[in-house]
């Protein structure tokens, strides 16, 4: 079944009508969903895997279904995390491509996806990098507010022992800005600065 939003291309990989079930078994949580933001390249080039290393953990950790969201250009290290997760187990996987690489695109993509096919979803797990937690919850826990949707979001933090780079904190603190500027003025926290 494929859905199409004004801000994502939704592709179902792997759903079942009644209820889910992992390879051994088990009864999965149709209430409550893990989902994974990508994130960029590291400066060598390769793909980033902590945050979905803690995705797929968290999934089968609460035997839930995993939603991958990033961008259209990033097919390449979705099909690798979509790999990764089936290696591991999981059969409930969910891709979203959004129109973008910014995260108040992937916030109201996944939003979307769970006003209109995932109702029933009342709690999530929001998997990303440390740094860019803040931004990410501040975009996804307004949007649901703003939806009226009563959907608990717990923050997963993959830890890097890499620090980020100032250009993309820079980054997160524009983008931040700009989501609130678009939502009425409103004035979110700074997201944190390096360190020397």
Known sequence: MTQSFSHAILFWLTTRESCSFSQSGSFMHKRVAVVMF?????ESGNYETLRITSAIKCALDTRSPLYIIGGMHQSSAITLYQSMAKEHGLTSIHILLASDQKT??????????????APHVTEIYLVTSDWHMMSAYAMLTHLLRKRCMPVVTNKIEAKSILKPSQ????????????????????IFP?????TP
Request: charged fraction near 25%; aromatic fraction near 4%.
């Open 190 to 194: 700074a997201v944190m600065q390096t």
């Open 38 to 42: 990508c994130g960029p390249l590291l």
């Open 104 to 117: 108040m695109t992937y916030a109201t993509c996944l939003v979307d996806v769970l006003k209109n096919d």
């Open 167 to 186: 250009l993309e904190l820079d980054g997160c603190s524009r983008e931040l800005n700009e989501f609130g500027r678009k939502e009425g003025n409103i």
